[in-house]
């Protein structure tokens, strides 16, 4: 078949401007995404041959060689994997099937610095191959098809490729880039050796490079390294979460993290733990330190990668961490499910159901580890908090309150979805309130505070903060000093429907039904106010009649000190915040 071209997808092509024009500040990430893709392909060839080996054919080994060529400045990342048929050429690298490509998109600004974090957290992929090249050729042989029916796809990276059908006796990918000029400092081992070894450590296949020799000039010319066609292992080839803890650094446990989960950005916290018992597993959980561009989209995947026995089996699987904690990045490897699990069958397995509460807990306990050590919680709560701070303690000083900003709203849609949890996550829950601006105040914080004879935990809901504050349902709690959690998050109310009580005390809307004060109301006040009821009767039958279309009653109320009235909505009605809501969303 002869030559054809074919054009990006607008997305690709509006990605591949940005890749060329705001990325070269990072320009080594390509090997990152490169050699990750050669391992996944590695991964999936591993999988389907499960059930069919007659796929690795004549090459039983699984690898992926680094080499490149000063002269002609390419660089050749070439690997031992599935493979693309011709179709599958065009589709995967003319066109970007990833769910949330349409909120990204709308979410550039045109700004450079703060477009780069975006395609970042975005995943840029295969295309981060033109941040280093001017023009890239890939040519590939599905695993299973015939040497006729190699593919070559060529494309410069602006607008068109190009796909041709060429002899290829080997199965597998391998992507050659042709370096831009500013780019030929990748032409050379050590620099190679450097940069993958940094970011490529983790992957548990063998990464090969050709090893050079020194050879002495002759004749009066210069010595020279000279390839020797020997190839070497340069990488540890040994999946970073099997490895024991002590011999993973810090430094190892960062780039792995960015490296599944694209972000630019150190991880804030991290859990890897091997689990015994009914069910075993190995987990290493992330806590990202941003919120991704698509947190809230519909369609926003889960982050933890599930393997069997090392075995790559899913990305995004859903099934092993609730909705809430979708943040959470990582890797579960389980001893036990079987290798041919499907997505239903995860939903059904016992096996499944122990890991994703035992991943549940492991998040939790690293959320309350870094609460105990906020510098505002650790006066609040000194007796967790020993007299020597040290260096590890002093690293999680702040990090709270940084999750807390970018998490705290989803963490709150626990409440409703993980009924086992409440309790924890409820202890969790930082509000600002009208002795806080800051959202910092903790439930059990605000029951220390709690005024003698107050039987509530007081609350409002707005759209900002200084809505929540001017309110004139705080009036009466102001002249009494009482505080009162000011909630400005859209979930708040669905939320806080979930927590009726915190620790045996109840919460409650000041803005719903008549704020019974209880005990913090004295004899002259009540009687003050049944006498004003009976004194207003006919006033405020007048009132009811006038507005009888649009409230329910009118009534005599303590709740105000300068105002003259305010709107509440009954006990057990939608909170007026709620009802704007609801209107928004055309309900
Ligand atoms: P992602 O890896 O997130 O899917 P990429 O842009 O990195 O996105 O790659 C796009 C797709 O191209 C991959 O999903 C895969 O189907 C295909 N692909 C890329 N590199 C290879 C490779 N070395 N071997 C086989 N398929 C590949
Ligand atoms: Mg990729």
């Not at 490149?68 to 011709?86: N, V």
């Not at 040994?238 to 430094?251: F, G, H, M, N, Q």
């Not at 303690?393 to 979805?417: C, H, N, P, R």
């Not at 704020?515 to 006919?538: M, R």
Request: charged share 30%.
């Amino acid at each position: 078949m002869s030559k054809q071209t074919h054009s990006f997808q607008a997305e690709v092509a509006q990605l591949l401007h940005l890749v060329t024009h705001s990325l070269y500040s990072n320009p080594e990430i390509f090997l990152r995404e490169l050699v990750s893709n050669a391992s996944d392909a590695c991964d999936k060839l591993r999988f389907e041959a499960l059930n069919d080996s007659s796929l690795y054919g004549d090459q039983p080994n699984l690898e992926v060689r680094v080499s490149f060529d000063a002269d002609a400045k390419t660089i050749t990342i070439a690997d031992t994997g599935i493979g693309m048929s011709q179709q599958e050429a065009i589709d995967n690298l003319g066109t970007i099937a990833k769910s949330g490509t349409k909120a990204f998109m709308d979410k550039l600004s045109g700004d450079q610095k703060s477009d780069a974090q975006l395609i970042g957290q975005f995943g840029v992929g295969f295309y981060s191959g033109y941040i280093v090249a001017d023009k890239i050729t890939v040519e590939t042989r599905r695993a299973g098809a015939p040497a006729s029916e190699g593919v070559r796809w060529v494309s410069g990276g602006t607008g068109e490729f190009e796909v041709e059908q060429i002899e290829r006796a080997e199965r597998g990918t391998s992507i050659t880039l042709h370096l831009r000029e500013e780019a030929q400092e990748f032409l050379n081992a050590w620099k190679l050796k450097q940069v993958i070894s940094k970011y490529s450590d983790h992957i548990s296949l063998p990464i090969l490079m050709e090893k050079q020799e020194w050879k002495e000039g002759e004749n009066d010319q210069p010595g020279a390294m000279v390839k020797t066609g020997e190839w070497e292992t340069i990488n540890k080839a040994s999946a970073l979460w099997t490895r024991p803890k002590k011999d993973i650094t810090e430094e190892q446990y960062k780039e792995f993290y960015k490296a599944i989960s694209h972000d630019f950005e150190d991880p804030l916290s991290w859990s890897h733990n091997r689990v015994e018992g009914n069910t075993e597993y190995t987990q290493l959980l992330f806590i990202p330190a941003k919120a991704p561009f698509d947190l809230y989209s519909r369609d926003k995947k889960a982050g933890v990668k599930l393997y069997v026995k090392r075995v790559f089996i899913m990305d995004d699987a859903e099934a092993l961490l609730p909705g809430y904690l979708r943040f959470v990045k990582g890797v579960i490897d389980s001893a036990d499910l079987p290798l041919n699990v499907s997505r239903e069958l995860l939903q059904e397995s016992r096996d499944v159901k122990l890991i994703r509460d035992g991943s549940v807990k492991r998040v939790l306990g690293m959320l309350e580890d870094l609460a105990r050590h906020d510098k505002h919680d650790a006066g609040a709560d000194a007796a967790d908090v020993t007299d020597v701070v040290s260096e590890e303690d002093k690293a999680k000083e702040g990090k709270f309150s940084q999750f807390y900003t970018e998490f705290g709203a989803v963490l709150k849609e626990g409440l409703g979805e993980d009924v086992a949890n409440k309790e924890r996550i409820a202890k969790l829950l930082r509000f600002a309130s009208t002795t806080s601006d800051a959202v910092n105040v903790s439930l059990a914080e605000y029951k220390a505070r709690m005024k003698e004879g107050q039987e509530a935990i007081y609350y409002i809901t707005a759209e900002t903060l200084a809505a929540a504050k001017n309110s004139p349902q705080l009036e009466v709690f102001k002249k009494k000093g009482i505080e009162v959690l000011l909630m400005t998050d859209r979930v708040d109310e669905w939320a806080l429907n979930y927590l009726t009580h915190f620790d045996d005390t109840p919460l409650q809307s000041v803005a719903k039904g008549a704020v019974d004060l209880g005990k913090l109301q004295d004899e002259e006040e009540k009687k003050a106010a049944e006498e004003a009821a009976e004194a207003f009767k006919p006033v405020l039958a007048k009132l009811k009649d006038a507005l009888k279309d649009k409230a329910q009653d009118v009534r005599v109320t303590t709740r105000l000190v300068d105002s003259p009235a305010c709107l509440v909505v009954t006990e057990d009605g939608m909170s007026a915040q709620l009802a704007r809501l609801l209107k928004q969303a055309g309900q």
